[in-house]
C-alpha cells in the first residue's frame, strides 16, 4: 500500500516513532525516512545517490520514500519492488557476517537488477570481487534474523 503525502502530514509521520510506522520488515529508515532520503530509483537511472525532496514523498512499507523527481516517484509507485534496496537497505556484508549495520549512501552496488548497500565506501572497494558470495550469503541471514 502507498499513500503520497503532502508536507504537513509529511512532517508528522517523521515524528512518529519507526516502531509505529512499520508493517513489514524493518527498513533502514532514520526518524521513518527510508534510506536517510535518497531517492532509490536515481541510484538505477543516475548511477549515483542524489538526495530526495519531501515534496515528492510517498509512504510504503510504513516508511516514508523520498525522490529527487516527480518521475521518480512515479516510476517507483508503479513497481517498488524493482527499485527498493535488498535486506532493507542495510549493509550486505553486515549481514553475510550475521549483524545488522548502517548503509553509506555512496557505498551501493547493483547486482543482477537488485539494489544493495554496504556500510563504507572502503568496504564496498574491499570486497567488490566477492559481491555475488556476500550477497547469497546475506540472503540466508536475512531470512532468519530474529525481529527482522
Known amino acids: 500500500m502507498m ?14 516513532p519507526f516502531a509505529a510506522l512499520s508493517e513489514d520488515r524493518e527498513v533502514y529508515a532514520p526518524g521513518g525516512i527510508a534510506m536517510s532520503g ?23 512499507r510504513g516508511v516514508t520514500w523520498y525522490f529527487a523527481s516527480p518521475e521518480a516517484l512515479m516510476s517507483f509507485e508503479m513497481d517498488p519492488e524493482a527499485y527498493a534496496p535488498q535486506f ?9 557476517e550475521g549483524h545488522i549495520a548502517a548503509p553509506a549512501p555512496t557505498a551501493f552496488f547493483i547486482h543482477d537488477g537488485k ?29 532468519s534474523l530474529d525481529g527482522y
Do not use: Q
Not at 535518497?38 to 510504503?60: H, K, L, Q, R, S
Not at 532493507?88 to 553475510?96: E, K, R
Open 3 to 16: 499513500v503520497r503525502m503532502k508536507l504537513g502530514a509529511l512532517a508528522a509521520a517523521a515524528l512518529m
Open 38 to 60: 535518497y531517492d532509490v530509483v536515481a541510484y538505477f537511472t543516475d548511477g549515483a545517490p542524489v538526495e530526495g525532496e519531501a515534496g515528492n514523498a510517498v509512504i510504503w
Open 88 to 96: 532493507g537497505g542495510h549493509c550486505a556484508y553486515g549481514l553475510s
Open 115 to 143: 539494489l544493495y548497500f554496504m556500510h563504507t565506501d572502503a568496504l564496498l572497494a574491499a570486497m567488490a570481487a566477492r559481491l555475488p558470495e556476500i550477497v547469497a550469503a546475506a540472503e540466508g541471514r536475512w531470512a
